[in-house]
């Protein structure tokens, strides 16, 4: 049974840093590609980041490059989110999603319950 | 602001059917056949529900069924039950540099 559990969220002030962790279980990261996803209070989701299942393509959203960076520890079975320089903009709930299938990239098969971050000034 | 515009309720009642649209661009939804569609309830995580434009994965109801047409997806909900009451995002590959875009989302009140 495939589960997701985010943790690491919080309230931190603007410009400074934070990780989010992705306990996934069920499955191994190592065979199926990550997506990071984040969803702003009253707003639709927003896509955040990529990684494959060999770790060879990463991929950001604009508003996150350079200032965010996916990674995973495979003998935790674990995907992370560093986040740095916050900004007000990043407050949201922020899940971690699985693809459905180790065959293509472009869906959220599953879902984690999400965990808020609150970047305060 | 979501790139893709959804209406921001739909209801039915009991065994009604409801069709939520998903209306994008020719760089999203009309350019590639990967519109996805999601349940949320709050404090839960989202399910999918359909995937590629029309396919439902194992474990969803045949109630719910997905299509395409030029810029606007769309998803149906047929025999609608009190279960079904819930938000409703869409989300479309859009190529890079921001890979995916979604909806604004739907909330749907079974009456």
């Known amino acids: 049974q495939v589960q997701l559990v985010e943790s690491g969220g919080g309230v931190v002030q603007s410009g400074s840093s934070l990780r989010l962790s992705c306990a996934a279980s069920?499955?191994?990261?190592?065979?199926?590609?990550m997506h990071w996803v984040r969803q702003a209070p009253g707003t639709g989701p927003e896509w955040v980041a990529i990684?494959?299942?060999?770790?060879?393509?990463?991929y950001y959203h604009d508003s996150v490059r350079g200032r965010f960076t996916i990674s995973r520890d495979s003998s935790r079975n674990t995907l992370y989110l560093q986040m740095d320089s916050l900004r007000l903009e990043d407050t949201a709930v922020y899940f971690c999603?699985?693809?459905?299938?180790?065959?293509?990239?472009?869906?959220?098969?599953?879902w984690g319950q999400g965990t808020l971050v609150t970047v305060s000034s | 602001q979501s790139a893709l515009t959804q209406p921001a309720s739909v209801s039915g009642s009991p065994g009604q059917s409801i069709t939520i649209s998903c209306t994008g661009t020719?760089?999203?939804?009309?350019?590639?056949?990967?519109v996805s569609w999601y349940q949320h309830h709050p404090g839960k995580g989202p399910k999918l529900m359909i995937y590629?434009?029309?396919n439902r994965p194992s474990g969803v109801s045949n109630r719910f069924s997905g299509s395409k047409s030029g810029n606007t997806a769309s998803l149906t909900i047929s025999g609608l039950q009190a279960e079904d009451e819930a938000d409703y995002y869409c989300?479309?590959?859009?190529?890079?540099?921001?890979?995916?875009?979604f909806g604004s989302g739907t909330k749907v009140t079974v009456l």
């Open positions: 069920g499955f191994s990261l190592k065979d199926y590609a």
């Open positions: 590629d434009v029309t």
């Open positions: 990684m494959s299942h060999d770790e060879s393509q990463i």
């Open positions: 989300s479309s590959y859009a190529g890079g540099p921001n890979f995916y875009v």
């Open positions: 020719s760089s999203d939804v009309g350019g590639y056949d990967f």
């Open positions: 999603a699985r693809v459905k299938d180790n065959g293509g990239w472009h869906n959220f098969g599953y």
